[in-house]
């Protein structure tokens, strides 16, 4: 065989690379939006009709809503570590806000960092992991300083128990995810020499739910309607299940001070403020060099309970602590107006965005893909979704049922396109036990312990 020069190889290499290739397609960029606490209770899912969320329902109308989409974990830290990481909290041991995400994930495993050795710029600001353990270095830029919360939090509290609400008479621009939004409608009206992954970390609906007076005067007290509810709801739920619930807490202050409505009137208020900073954004972006040929994910870190079950907050393995929004806008694959009713869970984004960007996707991530979901709605997809709260405590949740499996061996079985609102635990009637063991083959057979706390930052956000 005749040798080929060595500069004739090197000038092929160097066009096969794409270094030389003017007609080799641009990578996509990434608007990576994340949404801190927002549940289910938004208008493409129709849960709570009279919520107002205009500019995440434009969002979905573009691309696809996920009808069933559910988080890893239903707690901030170990919610927002798997999803950056593709480990799940049973492979990782970060269960809790107080676990140092840091000490047990390496750099080189995380989302951010396939971006980057993928070529991509990637920029951020506000919530995407926990903030009590930042890892900067995994960024060519942050958001350094989101500005002093004091609006939010210097307010006087009208809440009840721990849960803290309260109108402000300040402007919009006075709370820290207005700057976070500003940040990113700066990075859209740059000139960028590389495709980007630009991530912006809402921090609204997440208490307190202190927002200008206007977003209050969108739900009048009288019209506000409280969450479907059954005083006999957790008879028939084992002592774990109970255990997390704590109805003799937050619940039991709420019913006696008769803030129950009120509180529901803080938190529509405060998923208001946040929709209007989304509508911000997606303004920008449409006015942007980039609206073409970007990908758009909006995920959630987790539900929350607002009564349902005698519970607040999240910190539990029942529908509305795990259900959250997802919606994906994926130029050339995703069709405007798209609706999914798969069942799928958020370890997922990690793999779908490398598989849309033509990166690899690493062998450790425990997710899988679902472009297949995106160009195609009904597509098959046999896939639960798998959260888990705290050591050995999982749910497994399909398009119809939802069983839960604690540590002690408690269990609950629901039929969830029978009883939404899980309020009759089958897991004891014998003529459900093929529907256990079968949603039960997903369930880890090994759990890593938990890492432990730290003694710093975190540990005083473990109940937020």
Not at 11 to 29: E, L, T
Not at 114 to 123: A, E, L, N, S, T
Not at 447 to 455: A, E, R
Request: proline share 7%.
């Amino acid at each position: 065989m005749k040798a080929v020069p060595l500069l004739a190889l090197s000038f092929f290499a160097f066009i096969v690379s794409g270094s030389f290739a003017a007609d080799a397609p641009a990578k996509p960029n990434v608007l990576f939006i994340a949404v801190d606490d927002l549940r289910d209770w938004v208008g493409y899912i129709g849960k709570y009709p009279a919520s107002k969320t205009p500019n995440i329902d434009r969002l979905a109308a573009r691309g696809i809503g996920f009808m069933k989409s559910y988080c890893a974990a239903p707690v901030c830290n170990p919610s927002r570590a798997a999803l950056m990481s593709g480990l799940r909290p049973f492979t990782s041991g970060v269960y809790e806000n107080n676990n140092d995400w840091r000490t047990v994930i390496p750099e080189n495993l995380t989302l951010t960092t396939v971006f980057r050795q993928g070529g991509y710029y990637v920029c951020g600001a506000g919530k995407i992991y926990h903030e009590a353990y930042p890892r900067r270095s995994e960024w060519d830029d942050y958001l350094a300083n989101e500005g002093k919360r004091g609006a939010e939090t210097d307010a006087q509290n009208e809440g009840t128990s721990g849960i803290r609400f309260a109108p402000l008479d300040c402007r919009d621009d006075e709370l820290a995810d207005w700057k976070i939004t500003d940040y990113a409608i700066a990075e859209l009206g740059k000139k960028h020499d590389k495709p980007f992954f630009l991530a912006c970390g809402l921090h609204k609906p997440h208490m307190p739910w202190n927002v200008p007076r206007k977003y209050y005067d969108m739900y009048p007290l009288k019209d506000i309607e409280l969450p479907p509810y059954s005083e006999s709801d957790l008879d028939d739920v084992p002592p774990a299940g109970i255990k997390m619930a704590k109805p003799w807490g937050d619940h039991a202050e709420m019913l006696k001070t008769g803030k129950w409505k009120n509180a529901i009137q803080g938190y529509l208020a405060a998923t208001a403020y946040t929709d209007m900073n989304i509508g911000r954004l997606l303004d920008a972006f449409d006015k942007s060099a980039y609206k073409d040929n970007t990908i758009i994910v909006l995920w959630c870190d987790h539900g929350w309970h607002l009564g349902e079950k005698q519970h607040w907050r999240k910190f539990a393995l029942w529908e509305e602590a795990t259900h959250a929004p997802l919606i994906w806008v994926a130029p050339g694959v995703t069709k405007p107006g798209g609706r999914c009713e798969r069942t799928i869970d958020f370890m997922t984004i990690y793999p779908t965005l490398c598989d849309l960007c033509g990166l690899p996707i690493p062998s450790h991530v425990q997710g899988k893909s679902i472009r297949s979901l995106l160009a195609d709605p009904k597509s098959a997809w046999d896939q639960p979704a798998l959260t888990t709260y705290l050591f050995d405590n999982h749910t497994v949740r399909t398009e119809d049922w939802r069983y839960i499996r604690y540590a002690n061996g408690d269990e609950e079985l629901y039929h969830d396109s029978e009883d939404p609102n899980e309020w009759t635990n089958l897991a004891m009637k014998p003529e459900f036990a093929a529907e256990k063991a079968e949603l039960g083959k997903y369930l880890p057979t090994e759990n890593h312990p938990d890492i432990g706390g730290d003694k710093g930052g975190g540990k005083k956000k473990k109940a937020e």
